[in-house]
């Protein structure tokens, strides 16, 4: 097995058993076996760290994702509330539809279930030990929920839990897409962004 080959191995073998059981739910030696390695110590050798990779899990899907969210809220001139939230929602369906099987929904399905409510918070300053990806790409999606958060006619702190339950909503969903078209019973891509899109705009308190 050549270096890259091992390291993607890696990286596929995680995100799936992670989408499957959450971030804490999975062990090295599990994502080791399921690489097809033979090196027990593998992760350490092309991540350094447990932490590690799930810094290169985030960094392989993040970046395209978040230059296309750029890209959509660039072309706006004035975005409202419905055109941030297709610009949020409009990356995921193409990156869950582009891979087949995809766990990147899943996954994040996972994290999010492992982190406090408000996801722009970041970790907490008391000692809160949630894992928090470092992949610098993560600032537009981080901007862009700020953006929808200061739309809403919420108190700051209402705000953003509004836009954190969204955040859950929407992920929620499109992991229960993955798993739906792994069954053959999935809707139409395109059917099915708009109804997430209609309903978390209902949600932030705003039609569409």
């Known amino acids: 097995m050549s270096l890259s080959t091992g390291r993607t191995a890696l990286l596929d073998s995680a995100e799936k058993l992670i989408a499957a ?7 090295a030696r599990e994502v080791v076996r399921g690489a097809g390695h033979r090196n027990s110590s593998a992760i350490a050798y092309h991540f350094g760290s447990w ?3 799930l810094d290169a899990i985030w960094a392989r899907r993040s970046p395209p994702i978040n230059a296309e969210r750029a890209a959509l809220i660039a072309a706006i001139d004035q975005p409202d509330i419905t055109q941030l939230v297709h610009a949020y929602i409009r990356p995921l369906t193409n990156q869950v ?5 995809s766990h990147w929904a899943r996954f994040n399905e996972q994290w999010l279930a492992s982190v406090p409510l408000d996801v722009l918070g970041g970790p907490a300053p008391d ?22 958060a200061l739309t809403l006619d919420l108190p700051e702190v209402g705000a953003r839990r509004r836009v954190g339950l969204v955040v859950r909503f929407v ?3 499109y992991a229960a897409w993955e798993r739906d078209r792994e069954n053959g019973t999935a809707p139409e891509p ?5 109804e997430v899109e209609h309903m978390a705009c209902a949600m932030l308190g705003t039609g569409i």
Do not use: C, M, Q
């Not at 059981?21 to 062990?27: A, E, L, P, Q």
């Not at 539809?97 to 099987?101: E, K, Q, V």
């Open 51 to 53: 932490h590690g990779l």
């Open 21 to 27: 059981r959450g971030v804490y739910g999975v062990s």
């Open 97 to 101: 539809t582009t891979h087949s099987p």
């Open 127 to 148: 000692g809160d030990h949630s894992y928090y990806p470092l992949d610098d790409s993560l600032d537009v999606v981080s901007t862009l929920l700020y953006r929808i």
């Open 171 to 173: 992920f929620n969903a």
């Open 190 to 194: 395109e059917e099915f962004e708009s």
